[in-house]
């Protein structure tokens, strides 16, 4: 069964930083690319970031380029977003969220998300 | 940047069709993905690449792509169904989705 299990959410203040961790199972991490999707209050879905299965390919939406960094460790089957200089406008619940394939496909499996909320 | 375009809302009589439309320029020439997503839940693939259902997806669930829209069809609605639905593309490395559409069943 394919798992992923997000942690590292909370509450942070405009300016700071906060690291985002995605623990998956059930399937082979290295195959599939991996992604971050959040949802903020009262808003659509939006893609965040995206990371191939090689980590060769990586992607950003425009609102996060400069202040988000994604990475992936395939021995761990881990996914991390390194989110600086974080903004009000940044709060959202956070998805982890596996591509069916190595590159950029559909989403077919999400966790079950993680709260990220900036304010002061 | 590439824009989806989705109606707010759209209201279906129990056991009839619904079509939910995304819009965007040319979008038959891409893959189109849709989402449910049930309140305090996750989003959940039901139509992949225009037309295919992930395991697990009633046949009730269709998709076609062509020109400047995409097409989510629900047939013989029910309950159940009621939800967002948001539909996905890939544009130069960016993942970008629709605005989103509430369906209710009546």
């Known amino acids: 069964e394919v798992q992923l299990v997000e942690s590292g959410g909370g509450l942070v203040e405009p300016g700071r930083s906060l690291r985002l961790s995605c623990a998956a199972s059930?399937?082979?991490?290295?195959?599939?690319?991996m992604h971050w999707v959040r949802h903020a209050p009262g808003k659509g879905l939006e893609w965040v970031s995206g990371i191939s299965s090689n980590s060769g390919d990586i992607n950003y939406a425009d609102s996060v380029k400069g202040r988000f960094t994604i990475s992936r460790d395939n021995a761990k089957k881990s996914l991390y977003l390194q989110m600086n200089s974080l903004r009000t406008d940044d709060t959202a619940l956070y998805y982890c969220?596996?591509?069916?394939?190595?590159?950029?496909?559909?989403?077919?499996?999400w966790g079950q998300g993680s709260l990220v909320t900036v304010s002061s | 940047s590439y824009g989806l375009t989705q109606p707010l809302s759209v209201s279906v009589a129990l056991g009839q069709t619904a079509r939910i439309t995304c819009g965007g320029n040319n979008i038959g020439s891409k893959n189109v993905h849709w989402y449910q997503q049930k309140p305090g839940q996750a989003p959940v693939l039901v139509i992949y690449?225009?037309?295919n259902r992930p395991s697990g997806i009633p046949e009730r669930f269709s998709g076609s792509n062509s020109g400047n829209t995409a097409t989510l069809t629900i047939n013989r609605a029910q309950a159940g169904d009621e939800a967002d639905y948001f539909c996905q593309v890939w544009d130069n490395d960016t993942g970008v989705f629709g605005t989103g559409t509430k369906v209710t069943v009546l």
């Open positions: 969220a596996k591509d069916a394939s190595r590159d950029y496909g559909s989403f077919d499996y």
């Open positions: 059930g399937f082979a991490f290295d195959e599939h690319a």
């Open positions: 690449r225009d037309y």
